[in-house]
Structure formats: structure tokens, C-alpha cells
């Protein structure tokens, strides 16, 4: 799990650094760090509108007395796309922008999902006791 952790935070920065110039030198450096800002403002906004409609899905299944479960993946999911869109970027940008958009985030929390489910039947995530994981 390490070595896929050290090759994302070593390799993303760098394709992101190598698109970052090559889009500078097509387009010039105003409209690249334009481009930069805007998506950044609209990922803000967009992950400010997901999230409050996620955190009021969950409030609304906990007062029926219902566990939030899908809600719980979608506003995890939301808080990495979030995460993701405040990263300098194109590729954490539409990374990002896919997490927040409800239709491309199912695909997404249907895979998020089944590697939970996968874990949880191979004992690889054990329930201790209320908040706590093995």
C-alpha cells in the first residue's frame, strides 16, 4: 500500500506539472492560471451545493431511524472531490468535478462499494465496537 502511495504522490505532480506547461505554452500562462482559478472557484461552490445536499440526505435518513449508508459513500466520495479541485491541476480538476457530479460519482461509489465489501468479507476491516475498525 506504501509503494502505490509514494508512486501517486510522485508521479500525479508531475504528469499534473507536465499538462500544466504544455497547456501554458499552447495557450499562455494568463489563461492557463485562469483556468487554474475558475475551476478551483466552481469546485468550491460545486462541493459546497453536493455537500450540503448529502449532510441533509443524512440527517433526513437518521431521524427515520435509517443508517445513511449510501449517503455516508457519496459524502466521502464529495470530500474527495473537494479535496481533489482545491489540488493545482487538470487531472485532480476533472477527478474532482466527476466525484461531485452525481451521475459520474455512482460509478464511482459502486466500486467504492464492492472494494468495502471485498474487505470487509476477507476479515481485512473488522467491527471491534461502535467507531472502531481492526
Do not use: C
Not at 504522490?9 to 497547456?23: D, S
Not at 483556468?35 to 450540503?52: N, P, R, Y
Not at 452525481?102 to 476491516?125: C, D, E, H, M
Request: proline share 4%.
Amino acid at each position: 500500500m506504501f509503494g502505490h502511495l509514494l508512486i501517486l504522490f510522485v508521479t500525479v505532480p508531475f504528469v499534473e506539472l507536465y499538462i500544466l506547461m504544455e497547456m501554458s505554452r499552447q495557450l499562455g500562462l494568463l489563461p492557463t492560471l485562469g483556468i487554474v482559478v475558475i475551476t478551483g472557484i466552481a469546485g468550491a461552490a460545486l462541493a459546497k451545493h453536493q455537500g450540503l445536499g448529502v449532510l441533509r440526505r443524512i440527517q433526513s435518513e437518521m431521524s427515520f431511524g435509517q443508517m445513511p449508508g449510501d449517503a455516508l459513500f457519496d459524502g466521502m466520495l464529495v470530500l474527495i472531490g473537494a479535496i481533489l479541485l482545491l489540488t493545482p491541476g487538470i487531472l485532480t480538476d476533472l477527478t474532482g468535478f466527476s466525484l461531485l457530479i452525481p451521475g459520474t460519482r455512482l460509478v464511482f461509489k459502486k466500486y467504492l462499494k464492492n472494494w468495502a465489501g471485498k474487505k470487509i468479507r476477507s476479515g481485512q476491516i473488522v467491527y471491534t465496537q461502535p467507531g472502531q475498525y481492526v
